[in-house]
């Protein structure tokens, strides 16, 4: 993190209601007078320290987190048909599996705060936001939704400590583009999506991360239907 930054999310530090919102006013402020600061760079470094993941590539939602994960596996030889599920877990999960090439097969798995989409080293951790959380050798999406820990918005993060998946997760949320590099100096040579988020976004979660307790509990699971009998997935 800049120390220009630090020093905006430190000064006249307070507990009551509108503390995060001043913060917020004034590191947006400051993003619209240094349009040059990399703010996204800045909160995936800051994650990657909270969660000991190595690599960090900051976008738009778990969902499409989810989605990029299983297509670098296909993208790298996975040829099994199906991955595994629990039937009860949000709707757009199985969503994503489908747009991924893959068919989800229903389980009765009971899990808190994160699972693993077998057979692969991904797991869904939407529930799950805690100091060195990350697993080794997985690929770990995660929320920052108003109802989980940071409480943003639409917004979510792939964990990893793959340097080269890294690198494409961060070219595939910016319509196959080089961060950094200007359009028509860029080489663009694979289907990109458009799943990057905002500055204003990234500052938000930066300065609740700032003050996010170190250890944090798994969130209750929602009230999922048994996603077995919805008939999109039969």
Known sequence: ITLKVRGILCASCNYHLGWYENKLMNIKKYIEYNPH?????????????????PYVTLLDSCTNAIFLALKWKKRNGADNKHVILPKKTYISVPQSVLHAKFKPIFKNIKWSGMYRIKPFNIYDSARRLTSNMYLKNSIMCVSFHWT???????????LS???????????????GRTSGVPINLDNINELGHHM???????AEALI???YLPKHNPDLPNDD????SKVELFK
Do not use: C, H
């Open 37 to 53: 600061i990399d703010i996204i760079r800045d909160f995936e470094i800051q994650l990657s320290k909270y969660t000991n993941a």
């Open 148 to 158: 989980k820990p940071l409480g943003v918005s639409r917004i979510g993060a792939i």
């Open 161 to 175: 400590d793959n340097k080269e998946a890294d690198k494409w997760f961060k070219k595939m949320i910016f319509d």
């Open 196 to 202: 990057i988020t905002t500055p204003s976004l990234a």
């Open 208 to 210: 609740r991360l700032f």
């Open 224 to 227: 999922y239907p048994d996603l």
